[in-house]
C-alpha cells in the first residue's frame, strides 16, 4: 500500500456534484495524492450517491470514507452524512463533534485537519457552493504552507464559496475546472519542505479529532466575545485570523465546539429569534384562548364580574398577539 505525497482536499455544496464529476473526471490516476471529498448533505442523505456518480468518471478507486481507514495512494475519499472527515498521517477519522458552519460533514474541518498533518503537501480546492464554508480552513492550509485553489466564480454555478476564500486571503489558483486537472498534476510534480504548522491550526484540528473541547482549549484560540452560541447557549470566542493585509477571517467556537464564520452566526441568531418569537406567539394565542373559556365558563355560571376580569386579561393578550406579529413579519423582511 502506496502512501501518498499529498493530499487534496476538496470542499462543494449546492451544485457541487456536476463540478465533482468534471473535476474526478480530468484528474490523472496516476497522481501522487489521495484525494478527500466533502459536499454538504443533509442528515438524510444516502452517503453513497456520490460514490456512485464519481466512480464511472475514473479509474481511481471512489470509496466512502471510514474512521480508522489507511490513506493508500490514487484513492478518492468521501465523507459520509452527519460525520466529519477528518485527515491525519495515513489514517482517517470520522468525526462526531457539533456542527461547524451548520454543517456535518464540513469542508473547514477537513481542510484544517489535513493542514495539521500534512502542512505544505496539502492543496485545497473550492467548487461552487453558497455561503462561506471552506474559507477559514483554506486560510489554515494557506498558513501551514500549502496550496490553494478555487473555481473561477464566473463559472460556478453558485459563486459564494469561492468569492469568500477570494476576498479573504491571496489564493495560489483561481481557475476554470477544465484546468484543475493540469494544474494538479504539475503541483504534485514536486514534493515541497515541510514547514511548521501554526499552533492554533494545530489546537483546533486536535479539537476536532478528539472533541477535547473546553474552556482552556478554547482559550487558546482568541478572545471571548460578547455572544452567546445560538446551539447551546455556552459563550463564542473569536478566533479570527488573519492573511496578509486582507481583512481578517472573523470566526467564533464555543467551549462545546460549535463554530461559525460570521456570517453564519448571524444566519443561525435569525433562525433561533424567528423560531422563538413563534413559540412566544403560540404561547400568549393559548393563554388568550384559555382566557376566553374561562370567561365563558363564568358567565355560564352567572359570575359576570369574573368573566369581565378574564376577558380583560383576553383583550390585553390580543395587543400583544398582534405586536409579535408585526414583528415577526418585519424579522421576515430582514432576514
Known amino acids: 500500500m502506496k502512501q501518498p505525497a499529498f493530499v487534496i482536499v476538496v470542499g462543494a455544496s449546492a451544485g457541487g456534484v456536476n463540478a465533482l464529476c468534471e473535476l474526478i473526471g480530468q484528474v490523472d490516476p496516476g497522481i501522487n495524492a489521495s484525494l478527500f471529498i466533502v459536499m454538504h448533505l443533509s442528515r438524510n442523505t444516502l452517503s ?36 466529519h472527515l477528518l485527515v491525519k498521517k495515513e489514517e482517517i477519522l470520522l468525526g462526531r463533534g457539533p456542527d461547524e458552519n451548520g454543517w456535518r460533514p464540513c469542508i473547514d474541518a477537513l481542510f484544517r485537519s489535513a493542514a495539521a498533518a500534512y502542512n505544505s503537501r496539502t492543496i485545497g480546492i473550492i467548487l461552487t457552493g453558497m455561503r462561506d464554508d471552506g474559507t477559514a480552513g483554506m486560510l489554515a492550509i494557506k498558513r501551514s504552507g500549502g496550496v490553494c485553489i478555487v473555481q473561477d466564480p464566473e463559472e460556478a454555478e453558485h459563486p459564494d464559496m469561492a468569492l469568500s476564500v477570494l476576498n479573504n486571503m491571496e489564493v495560489n489558483y483561481c481557475l476554470s475546472l477544465s484546468q484543475m486537472g493540469k494544474v494538479l498534476e504539475n503541483i504534485t510534480q514536486h514534493i515541497p519542505e515541510e514547514i511548521a504548522v501554526p499552533a492554533d491550526v494545530a489546537v483546533e484540528a486536535e479539537i476536532a479529532e478528539r472533541v477535547v473541547v473546553s474552556y482552556e482549549n478554547v482559550k487558546q484560540l482568541g478572545e471571548k466575545s460578547i455572544y452567546a452560541c445560538p446551539d447551546c447557549g455556552g459563550g463564542l470566542w473569536n478566533i479570527s485570523g488573519k492573511e496578509g493585509n486582507k481583512e481578517r477571517v472573523v470566526r467564533y467556537r464555543c467551549h462545546i465546539g460549535h463554530s461559525y464564520s460570521e456570517n453564519d452566526l448571524v444566519i443561525k441568531q435569525g433562525e433561533i429569534f424567528e423560531a422563538t418569537l413563534w413559540t412566544a406567539l403560540r404561547i400568549m394565542e393559548e393563554r388568550r384562548n384559555l382566557f376566553l373559556k374561562l370567561d365563558q365558563d363564568h358567565r355560564k355560571r352567572g359570575l359576570t364580574t369574573i368573566a369581565r376580569g378574564y376577558q380583560d386579561k383576553a383583550s390585553e393578550i390580543q395587543v400583544h398577539v398582534d405586536k409579535m406579529k408585526e414583528v415577526l413579519f418585519a424579522s421576515q423582511k430582514i432576514g
Open 48 to 83: 453513497d450517491f456520490l460514490v456512485h456518480r464519481l466512480q464511472p468518471l475514473t479509474s481511481m478507486p471512489c470509496v466512502l470514507a471510514e474512521d480508522g481507514g489507511k490513506i493508500e495512494r490514487g484513492k478518492v475519499y468521501i465523507a459520509s452524512a452527519n460525520f
